[in-house]
């Protein structure tokens, strides 16, 4: 299996959206498109809305990737956990399908003998410490969030010194939804280094309603804004060159 780029959303949240387009339906399309969505659902003194909570798990499941559910003590630790077994998810997925085309249809690593099961859960071990990851970290800063950035930033450290240990190339951005005038406002840039992460936490402030799909939208969208970013920056190069 070539070893490519895992595009990843990580969206923190507490739900409901309510304005703009459906998120789920933004989520389908950035799956569409080869980007995981991952959700994070953050939970206050035991209480919960069911309908936020569906929402969660509604987003992860069209965009491909995991959702859960957290109390603000327990976000730290999970972020790092959602990032990496999504990864794995995600490897283990693109597998499945070349063994489709190997031993048939329906075919899965688990209809492995388990002697070949170990070895390629080891290969997918091995690709998800090495491949290239890029993850976009979505806030949810609506009003309801406001006793609960707190917890976003010390786990968005956490992260950050886990996924630098890694032997593969990680890039990370963050933005926040919702901003002063627009759905959605870039904080933190493409970067292989969250050292200068507290920086923008004075830009993570509440207020304002919820436009989660609009949000998700936009953060697909980054993903090809950096590559054409890129591109153009490549063209220059080669005109400087000639």
């Not at 950035?30 to 987003?59: C, F, H, M, W």
């Not at 603000?72 to 990032?83: D, F, G, H, I, Y």
Request: hydrophobic share 40%; proline share 3%; net charge negative.
């Amino acid at each position: 299996m070539k070893k490519g780029t895992l595009k990843q959303i990580l969206l923190i949240t507490d739900g409901c959206s309510n304005t703009g387009e459906d998120p789920k339906a933004a989520a389908a399309l950035a799956y569409e498109q080869g980007i995981t969505i991952n959700v994070i659902g953050i939970l206050e003194d035991g209480k919960g809305n069911p309908g936020s909570l569906r929402e969660v798990e509604e987003i992860a499941l069209a965009g491909g990737g995991m959702s859960r559910i957290v109390y603000q003590e327990s976000l730290a630790q999970t972020v790092q956990m959602v990032t990496r077994q999504a990864m794995t998810q995600t490897i283990q997925g693109f597998i499945n399908k070349e063994l489709e085309q190997i031993l048939g249809a329906g075919q899965t690593v688990e209809d492995l003998d388990p002697v070949k099961r170990g070895e390629v859960m080891e290969v997918v071990e091995d690709m998800g410490e090495t491949c290239s990851l890029e993850v976009l970290v979505l806030v949810d800063t609506s009003a309801s969030m406001g006793d609960k950035l707190d917890t976003v930033k010390e786990s968005l450290i956490d992260l950050s010194i886990s996924m630098s240990a890694r032997l593969g190339t990680s890039r990370f951005s963050i933005s926040r939804f919702p901003a002063r005038d627009q759905e959605v406002e870039k904080i933190f840039d493409w970067s292989p280094k969250l050292d200068a992460i507290s920086e923008i936490f004075p830009k993570l402030v509440c207020g304002g309603i919820t436009p989660t799909g609009p949000a998700i939208r936009e953060a697909m969208y980054e993903f090809g804004k950096k590559r054409l970013s890129r591109s153009l920056l490549d063209d220059e190069r080669r005109i400087e060159e000639a």
